[in-house]
Every structure is written in structure tokens, then in C-alpha cells.
């Protein structure tokens, strides 16, 4: 028995944060109001200052095993998530081996029982190994629960391979993720072209990379009758082309922003601070008002 007293509660029934207690029994909440009477026995957790929410779902996680722990593992990663909130995850098929088949996914899943407290669920590669060529074994992930197909870290740059998979996976009520940029345009730089890219005299990515291929997805995934999911939008006109696609009507389309394309910009990395180096980079504030704009819509 748990006793949370004086948490401000984020509710969808309110646009404000309502302090409250809240009682919770055997995991399940008993109890929500104000100053409520200590049972006897219960833990008292005084959560003054802090805001209580129902679990958040990342569906846009990384947790690199197998292949590249050193940079996360599903340990530490669901553990990070679960600090912030999280109670269930996606993880992103960017391992090594990739999860471009029923096997990989298994593996995964089987691993996640006993190195996560919360439920891990993996999307799967639109093709093998990433490669943009051929398709992975799409039926075979969808039999382990797979929904989502992304070539997420790449782009799937053959819109003829992407075109095929939309079409097949459609028919198993799969969606696409889709990490948008133009590789020769972006190239493997981690800073926005403009204004702080010329000043320090660093070769930036150009928004208008991303902006290119979020178009291209949504006109095949419309050709396909798919839905395609736009990951971490970062420029104004990459926004504004989902918007547009939207207002039609005629396709399904929807997008994520990550919270750093919301609160920081290029500028952040002036004094080459490399915990402002990441893909798509951060870019102008002009950019982060719209995203913010879009997110509110």
C-alpha cells in the first residue's frame, strides 16, 4: 500500500495541476483527493513539488543491443526511461545484427523479459540489414507483433523498394517510420546549415534534406494507401509539408518531434559542445517555434 500525498497531478480532465493525494493498492489507485487519511501500514512517499502522470510510451527508443552496447544497452536504457516516466518503449532496429527478421526480433524480446521492468517492444527493418535493396522478412516479424517497419538511422533510399514494401506490409495493417534525409545532401555532419555552420567554418546539413524526402514518403505511402509515420521532424518547411499533406486528407500521415528540436538551436553548439551533436541536428529558432506550433496543433 502506497500513499502519495501532495503530488501535482497532470490530468487530461484539467488544463492545470492539481495538487492531490493519491492511494494506490496493490498497484492499482484506490483513491485520489485532498489530504486523504493514512492507512494503516502504507508507505508515505510526500511528493511535494513533483508532478504525477500517467505512464508515458516512447515508441522512438534506442537501446543498441545486440551489436553496440557501448552505447546502450536494454538495461540501461529502459532503466533511464523508467526515471523519466516511461513505461513502455519501441525500440528502434538499428542493432547489430539488425532486426530484419523474425529471429533477430525474437532474440530481442526474449533478452527484454529479464533485462527491463517494462514492456520493450521492437519495430522492424523495412530491409535487410538497412541496405535499402531488399526487403527484410516482413511476414515473419509481423508474426512476433511487430506493427511498425522503419529502416530508422538510414533513409530506405530506392523509392521503387519502398513503394513495394508500403504495398506489402499495408495489407497486414503494418505502418512505416520514416528517418527523412537526402544521405548526399546531409552527408555525416551533425550541424545545421547556416548562419553558426559558416561561422565556424563547419560543412552543415541542409534542411531542405529532410524536407525532400518527407515529401517523397508521404506521395508513395498516399500511392500505397499506407500510413507513414515522419520521425523527428526538425526544419519550419518539413512541418509545414506534413500540415499541408494533412489538410488534403487523402493520405495517413503523422509525426513525432523530439524534445531537444523543441528547446535547443544550432547556436547551443558554438563552443563545440558535443551534447549538441546529433542527427537530424538542431537547427534555428525560427525552426523550433514552428515544430512548436505543429506539436500544440
Known sequence: ????????????????????????????????????AIPEGARVIDARGRVL????????VHFRAPGFENKETITTGSEAAINGGITGVVMMPNTRPAL??????????????DRSRIPVYTSGCVTKNREGKELAEIEGMRGLGVKMLTDDGDTTNDPAVLLRAMQYATEFGMFFA??????????????NEGVMSYRLGIKGSPACAEEI?????????RA???HVHIQHVSSRLGMETIRWWKSRGDVKVTAEVAPHHLLFTDEHIGDYDTNYKMNPPLRTQADCDALLEGLIE
Do not use: W, Y
Open 213 to 221: 524526402i518527407i515529401d517523397r514518403d508521404i506521395r508513395l505511402a
Open 178 to 191: 520514416s528517418h527523412c534525409e537526402v544521405p548526399e545532401l546531409a552527408g555525416p555532419r551533425a550541424l
Open 53 to 60: 502522470m500517467p505512464g508515458m510510451f516512447d515508441a522512438h
Open 224 to 226: 500505397a494507401g499506407a
Open 1 to 36: 500500500m502506497l500513499l502519495l500525498q501532495n503530488a501535482r497531478i497532470a490530468s487530461e480532465n484539467s488544463p492545470m495541476l492539481v495538487e492531490s493525494d493519491v492511494l494506490i493498492v496493490e498497484g492499482i489507485i484506490q483513491d485520489i483527493g485532498k489530504s486523504l
Open 100 to 113: 530484419d527478421s523474425a529471429t533477430a526480433v525474437a532474440t530481442v524480446l526474449e533478452n527484454a523479459k
